[in-house]
């Protein structure tokens, strides 16, 4: 079981620059969320999704866009990266709101 | 926004110490989780708490649920070298499909 894969696991983008990140479950989780993870700041949520065709912004949404439109799939756009995007990034699923989440490995990504 | 103290920021420990760190909140959570992240990947679950009061045990890790549901801990008795990595609460309020909210995160380090 897989369970949620991201890829890719490292990348480095040009200022100005675009890029999908991916993520795809094969839980059948209707919620799904994207998190950024700066030294020690812990998790701000970027956007998530209840469901196929359905998503929102989270805390930090500025920069990003994302998609729903099967249930395994949730990707993130990066439109005209920054250097304030670097970071790593997790996509997390989850069966219901309140119950813990399955994490993906992470994507480190630098802006230069 | 939620937000959660989390504390300590990190720990320095000998091998076969017993360890303690917890998480307040400014607000009520219905729910508590406690997350551990090696390095390079992503968080997995350790303990999940749902009732105010509730003392939840996973091997040599013990949580508990704050009964004003504004607190929890995290208790690991025995360290041993595996342990090393960041140890992360998150609690979510109930109110909606936004995700959970996430600590700082506790960095532990063991000296041998």
């Known amino acids: 079981n897989a369970g949620v894969t991201q890829t890719p696991k490292f990348r480095i983008l040009k200022i100005g620059q675009s890029m999908t990140l991916q993520c795809t479950q094969d839980?059948?989780?209707?919620?799904m969320y994207w998190y950024r993870q700066d030294p020690g700041m812990g998790l701000k949520l970027i956007y998530y999704?209840?469901?196929?065709?359905?998503?929102d912004k989270g805390e930090v949404p500025n920069g990003y866009n994302v998609s729903r439109s099967t249930t395994e799939d949730f990707p993130l756009r990066l439109e005209l990266a920054a250097p304030s995007q670097t970071s790593v990034y997790f996509c997390?699923?989850?069966?219901?709101?309140?119950?813990?989440?399955?994490f993906g490995s992470g994507t480190r990504l630098t802006v230069v | 926004g939620q937000q959660l103290n989390q504390s300590p920021q990190s720990m320095f420990i000998q091998e076969g110490e017993d360890v303690s760190m917890n998480c307040t909140s400014s607000?009520?959570?219905?729910?508590w989780l406690w997350y551990k992240q090696d390095p390079g990947e992503g968080p997995v679950l350790l303990i999940a708490l749902y009732k105010a009061g509730e003392l939840t045990s996973n091997g040599r890790l013990t949580a508990q649920f704050g009964i004003t549901r504004k607190d929890s801990f995290l208790n690991i008795s025995a360290s041993i070298p595996s342990d090393v990595g960041i140890y992360f609460c998150?609690?979510?309020?109930?109110?909606?499909?936004?995700?959970?909210?996430f600590g700082k995160g506790t960095h532990l380090i063991i000296q041998p």
């Open positions: 999704s209840v469901g196929a065709g359905i998503t």
């Open positions: 998150a609690g979510h309020s109930g109110g909606g499909a936004d995700g959970l909210t």
């Open positions: 997390a699923s989850a069966r219901d709101t309140s119950y813990g989440y399955t």
């Open positions: 607000s009520i959570f219905n729910t």
């Open positions: 839980m059948n989780h209707n919620y």
